[in-house]
C-alpha cells in the first residue's frame, strides 16, 4: 500500500504530515461481466431482478391469464376462443352470480365493522398494564396463527347440523326447544361465516391497534387529563386522531382480505345452502374449477377487481398524504 | 475508492482460492445455464417435468366408504406391479374434491395417470381423456352387457372414454323397529305414503333424513329421481330443455311437503357423510345411501346397538325410493377410470386397468365391498357373494337396472354434467324447502338450464 500514499512535504517545525487516500489504480476488470457489476444501476437491476421475475410469474402472468381466460370461452382441457365481454355479461346477468356479489359485499361490511370495533376495544383493554399481559396478548395471536382451514373445520363441528355442542348446550340450559339452523339456513350460515372470520380476524386489528396505542405519549393523556377531559374526551380528541392512520391501513388490508376470503366459506358451508353463501372467490371456484368452466370463472374472479383497486388506490392515496408533499 | 490509511493494514496475500467475482461468474452462469436449459426443455414438452417415467402409475380415487375396497385395492396394486414391472401408487380424496383435482391436473398437464370418473363426468373432460374403447370392448366381451348407466356415463359418441368400473346403488336405509312403531311394517310403496309415515316419524323425534346440499353423491342421487317419478326431465330426447312442466312444479310441492313434514331440516347443510353419522347415532330413521350405513353398522356390531341394545344392524332394511306418479326410478351412480391424456404412462395404464378388471382380480374386490359397489356389467349379478349376503343387502343386486343418467331424457352430455356440477336441479328443491314458491324455483332452475344447454 505504500506506495499508494503520500505525504505532503512539510517544513522543519511546521505541523505533521497529512496522509491523504488517493484511488488506488486497479488492473482493469478481466472479465465483462465484473465490470457490470461494479455499474451501481446493473446491480440493482440485478439485484432487483429476482423480485421482478416472481412478481411477474406468480402476480402478473396469473392476472394476464386470468383477464385472458375470462374473454375466452376455455374450459378444462380445451383452450377456448376470444369472445370478448360476453362471459362478464353472462355472469352480471346470473341470478348465483347476483347473490354472490351482493353476499361479498354483506360478508366484507358486517366481518369488518366487528373486527374493527371489537379489535379495538380489545386493543384498549390490553394497553393497560396488569399481570399476565404478556401472555394475554400473546394468547390473542391464536385465532390469526391457527391454520384457517383447521380452525374453520373446528368451528363447522361446532355449527353441525346435528351434532352442534352449541345446540346441546343451549337445549341443555333450557333455553332452546330446537335445534338452532346454524349453517342449514341461508341467513344463520352467512351471520355464522361473519362470527367466524370475525374471530379469526380480530387478533390482527387488535395487535396492529395496540402496537398503534402503544406509540403515543402518555404525556398527551396527562395534559388532556389535566385540561379536564373525561376519558371519552381523551379517546376521541387525542388517541383516535394519532390512532386514525394505522387504522386505515389494518381496515384496508382486512377489505382486501375478506373480500376475497375463499378458506373460511369453502370449509364452512362450501357456498350452501343453495348457493345463500357463495361469494365471489367461492362461486369463481365451482364455476372455474370444479365445473371446468375456466373462461366463466376467470370473469367471476375478475369481478373484484375493481372493488379492490378501488381500495387500494385509496390506501396508496390517503397514505401518500400522510407522507405530505 | 480505496479508504485503507497509513501502513497498519498488511497487505493482502495473494488469492489463492474462489473470491467473489469468481464465484459469483461460476455459480451464476452456472446455475443460470442449467434453469436455462431446463426451462427450455420443460417449455418445450409444455408439461412439468416428470420423473422416472414409464415404470410408475399413479392412481387417484375417492376415500371409498368401505374402507376394506381400499384396503384390497392397494394389496393388489402389489400384485399388479409386480405382474407389470411398475409402482402403482394409489392416492384417495374426498369424491367431493375429486373435479377440482382433475381441472387442476388437466390445466397443469401433470398429476395422476388414471382417475376415478363419477356419474358423467368423462362428457365433461373428453378432450382429456384417451379412448379406451379396445378395453371397453374386452371387458363387455368378457363380463357382458354393461348396465346403460355405466355405458352412458363413460362413452362419448362412439368412444368409450374411461372403463366402467363398479356402480353404486342408493336405496333408503331404515330402522325397521321404528316404522313398525308408526304401524308401517312395510316399506312404503308411494312417496306420498312415505311422507305420511315420515310425518309420525318425525313426531316420535325420529325425522328422515335427506340432503339438499351441494354433495356428489346423496343429494342427486334423491333430486334427480323426484323429477323422472313425478314424470318431469331436464331435456327431452332430442336434448331441449323441459324442465319448466307441470310434473317439476308437482314433485317440487312435493318436496316441499315432505321436507317439512318428515325431514331434518338441518340436513340443508349435509354431505355425504353426514346422514351415515347421524343414521347410526340413532338420529333419523331413514335417508338415501349406498350400503355403507349397514356394513358399518355391521362391522361396529359390538359398539352400535339399538335402543334394546341389540346390534342395530339387526335393525336396518333397506328400500327403494317409493313410487311417484310416473313410476319408480333411482339414480345410481357410476364409476369408471379414465387414461389422462397428458399421462406418459398410457400403455402401462391400459395394461393395469385391463389387470384390474380381470374377472379374478376384480371379483376380490367386488367381495371386499360386499355390495356396497356392484359391477358395471350385469354378470356380477350372479356372483355367489349375493348369497352370502343379509337379506337387507339383496335389494342391492339389481340395483341398477331401474337407473337413469342426468340429462335424461336427452343424451348425457357435458351440459348435463355441468348442470349436475353447478347442483341446479338439487337447488331447485333446496330453494323451495327453504320457501321460494314452487313457480320461482322452477323458473329459476329453468333458466339456468337454458343457460347451460342453450
Known sequence: ?325 | MDTQRGMDRPEREPQTGVDRRTFLRRTGFGAGATLAAGLEGILGARRAPAYGQGTKLHLLRWNDFVPACDEELRRQLGEAGKALGATVTLETINANDLQPRITSAVQSSTGPDIIMMLHNWPHLYEASLVDVSDLAEWQRRDQGAYYSQSEAAAKVGSAWLALPHSIVGAQVAYRKSWFDEVGQTTWPRTLEELRLVGMKLKKNGHPVGQTLAHTFGDAPAWAYPMLWNFGAAETDAAGRTVLESKQTAESIRFMQAYWKDACDEGALAWDDTNNNRAFLAGEISATLNGASIFIAAKRGADKLKDEKGQPLWQDIQHGPIPNGPAGTWAYHVAFSHAIMKYSKNQKLAKDFLKWLDAKEHYGRWFEAAAGFSVGANKTWEEHSMWAKLDDAMKIYRTAARVSRMFGYAGPASKEATQVYSKYIIVDMYAKAVQGMSVHDAVTWAAGELKKIYG
Open chain 1, 1 to 325: 500500500m505504500a506506495k499508494h500514499q503520500r505525504s505532503l512535504a512539510h517544513p522543519v517545525g511546521a505541523a505533521p504530515p497529512i496522509e491523504v487516500a488517493l484511488p488506488r489504480p486497479r488492473p482493469a476488470p478481466p472479465w465483462r461481466l465484473t465490470r457490470l457489476v461494479e455499474n451501481e444501476r446493473l446491480l440493482a437491476a440485478l439485484l432487483l431482478t429476482p423480485a421482478v421475475v416472481l412478481l411477474a410469474l406468480f402476480i402478473a402472468y396469473p392476472f394476464v391469464m386470468g383477464v385472458w381466460l375470462a374473454l375466452t370461452n376455455a374450459s378444462v382441457g380445451t383452450a377456448g376462443t376470444f369472445i370478448g365481454i360476453r362471459n362478464f355479461v353472462k355472469e352480471w346477468n346470473d341470478s348465483i352470480f347476483q347473490t354472490a356479489f351482493q353476499n361479498t359485499f354483506f360478508y366484507t361490511f358486517w366481518a369488518t365493522i366487528f373486527k374493527l370495533s371489537l379489535g379495538m376495544w380489545l386493543a384498549l383493554l390490553l394497553n393497560r398494564q396488569f399481570r399476565g399481559m404478556r401472555i394475554v396478548r400473546a394468547s390473542m395471536l391464536l385465532p390469526f396463527i391457527v391454520p384457517t382451514v383447521l380452525s374453520t373445520f373446528a368451528w363447522r363441528w361446532m355449527f353441525d347440523p346435528t351434532f352442534s355442542v352449541l345446540n346441546w348446550l343451549l337445549y341443555s340450559l333450557g333455553l332452546i326447544t330446537n335445534k338452532l339452523p346454524f349453517l342449514s339456513d341461508g341467513h344463520w350460515a352467512m351471520w355464522c361465516a361473519i362470527v367466524v372470520n370475525t374471530w379469526r380476524g380480530m387478533p390482527f386489528f387488535a395487535i396492529t391497534l395496540l402496537a398503534g396505542l402503544q406509540t403515543i405519549s402518555p404525556d398527551l393523556h396527562e395534559a388532556a387529563s389535566l385540561d379536564g377531559a373525561n376519558s371519552w374526551h381523551r379517546f376521541w380528541k387525542v388517541t383516535w386522531p394519532l390512532l386514525r392512520p394505522v387504522t386505515i391501513v389494518v381496515v384496508v388490508f382486512s377489505v382486501i382480505q375478506t373480500f376475497a376470503d375463499f378458506q373460511l366459506i369453502y370449509v364452512l358451508t362450501g357456498g350452501g345452502p343453495a348457493n345463500s353463501t357463495h361469494l365471489l372467490a367461492t362461486y369463481a371456484y365451482q364455476v372455474g374449477v370444479a365445473t371446468g368452466l375456466l373462461g366463466e370463472g376467470a370473469a367471476i374472479s375478475l369481478f373484484m377487481f375493481p372493488v379492490l383497486f378501488l381500495v387500494v388506490w385509496f390506501q396508496l392515496r390517503y397514505l401518500r398524504r400522510l407522507e405530505g408533499p
